[in-house]
Each structure stands twice: as structure tokens, then as C-alpha cells.
């Protein structure tokens, strides 16, 4: 990926989003460590064991891990964002539609590749947010509304927080390549080029470029489904086994 980009001269652009994106999840990883910290501080209380330490530290690794895992994707798919929009920016400088063609033909092979790579990164990120929303809403439900003893789950918040942003920056890819076809449309490759142009448009329409996992088309419109619908059934499956108990 950093070689296809020095190569469409986004490599600079991609490294400053890159080092802002490493920013925010070491202050990320920061906050969790800190809720983590509070909670092994709140449940000791004034007799300190060594099994609440270690569970601390146990769930600050864990924590450290998947922020880990996350900083990785963000990266590969901000990667990915630069690339397509540095397409968008070069198809309007192109003489020659038949180069356009072969540069979206490039483009695909590189998004395809990529997303096909960090799928079983990505697939595990989403069930580890799939199991964290169910007992993150059973804990809320269990301790109330006390401060201290919400201050671990914070650090769930946090991390799913976390995921969904990675899973928004995914489905900005597709977005973004849905967009192409419009952009193309409406520039201009001289007269008698009208023909060839909608045979550009369309091979990009039906080309299906975007953001694949396990052959699953990530849009925005699909992560909003998937957060509200998830959340629902997380909620209401807490609350009647709360209710219940």
C-alpha cells in the first residue's frame, strides 16, 4: 500500500492523516488505561490485592491490543481514502480515457487486495464489538447510575467508540468510490469523446469498487443499520434478563 501510494504522490498526505489518526487512539488508548485504572482503584478500595491488580493489568494489555489492532486498520483504510480521491483529483488532468480506464483497473486491484488482507483483522475488531455492546449495556443495567463503578465500563465505551470509527472510515471508501461515476460524467474529454465517456462511467458503475468483507459491500448506510439494530437487541435482551433475575 505505502509503494502504490509514493506512486500516486499521496504518500505525504496519507503520513500526516496517518501520524493525526495515531494521535487520537494513543489518547484513546490513554483514556481506557486511566478508566481501567480507576476501576481496579474503586473495587480495591483500602485493601489492595493482587489479583485486582492483575486483573488491571491483564485488561490494560487486552485494551493495548486491540487499540493496536484498530491503529492498523484505520491506517490501511485512510490509505485507501487518499487513494481514491487522488483519483479523483488526476481523472480530470487524463487526455486519454482508455488511461482512465487502466488507472480505476489499477485502483480496483489495490482496494481489492488490501480489504481481502485485513479482513480477518477487521472481522475479529467487529465481534469483538459484537460481544462488548450486549455486556456493556447488562453492566450499566447491574451497577446503576454510581460514578465509581461505572468508571470501568468507560473503557468499553471507549474501545467500542473506537471500532465504529474504524468502521466509518471503511465505508467511507465505498462512499467515496460511488461518487466517481459522477465525477467523471461531468467532465469534459474534448468532442466526439461523449461515447467513450459513458463506457468509462459505466464500466466504473458496474466495476463494484468499494470496501468488501467476507464479499459484504461496507457502506455507511450499512454500519448505521448495524450500530441501531445491534444496540436494540442488545438493550432489550439485557433488560428482560435483568428484569427476570
Not at 465481534?127 to 443495567?141: K, N, Q, R
Not at 467500542?160 to 467511507?172: K, V
Not at 462512499?175 to 469523446?193: A, H, I
Amino acid at each position: 500500500v505505502r509503494r502504490c501510494g509514493d506512486q500516486m504522490g499521496v504518500l505525504g498526505r496519507w503520513e500526516m492523516l496517518a501520524w493525526a489518526d495515531q494521535r487520537l487512539m494513543l489518547i484513546v488508548w490513554l483514556l481506557a488505561s486511566s478508566a481501567t485504572a480507576v476501576g481496579v482503584v474503586y473495587d480495591a478500595g483500602s485493601n489492595w490485592e493482587v489479583t485486582s491488580v492483575l486483573f488491571g493489568c491483564a485488561t490494560s494489555f487486552l485494551s493495548s491490543i486491540l487499540v493496536a489492532l484498530m491503529s492498523c486498520m484505520i491506517i490501511v483504510c485512510r490509505a485507501m481514502t487518499v487513494m481514491v480521491d487522488a483519483y479523483g483529483c488526476h481523472i480530470a488532468g487524463i487526455p486519454d480515457l482508455a488511461e482512465a480506464k487502466h488507472d480505476w483497473n489499477v485502483l480496483k486491484a489495490i482496494l481489492t487486495k488490501t480489504s481481502a488482507t485485513i479482513e480477518p483483522c477487521f472481522v475479529v475488531l467487529v465481534g469483538v464489538a459484537i460481544v462488548m455492546v450486549p455486556s456493556l449495556v447488562a453492566d450499566f443495567l447491574a451497577l446503576g447510575l454510581n460514578p465509581y463503578a461505572m468508571a470501568p465500563l468507560l473503557q468499553n465505551v471507549i474501545l467500542i467508540a473506537g471500532i465504529f470509527r474504524m468502521l466509518f472510515l471503511a465505508a467511507a471508501i465505498s462512499e467515496k468510490c460511488s461518487r466517481v461515476p459522477s465525477l467523471v460524467n461531468t467532465l469534459s474529454f474534448g468532442k466526439g469523446t461523449e461515447r467513450r465517456q459513458q463506457h468509462i462511467v459505466e464500466h466504473i458503475v458496474h466495476s463494484g469498487v468499494g470496501f468488501y468483507i467476507c464479499d459484504v459491500h461496507v457502506t455507511t448506510e450499512l454500519v448505521v443499520k448495524f450500530m441501531y439494530k445491534w444496540t436494540m437487541f442488545a438493550l432489550g435482551l439485557s433488560t428482560t434478563l435483568f428484569w427476570k433475575t
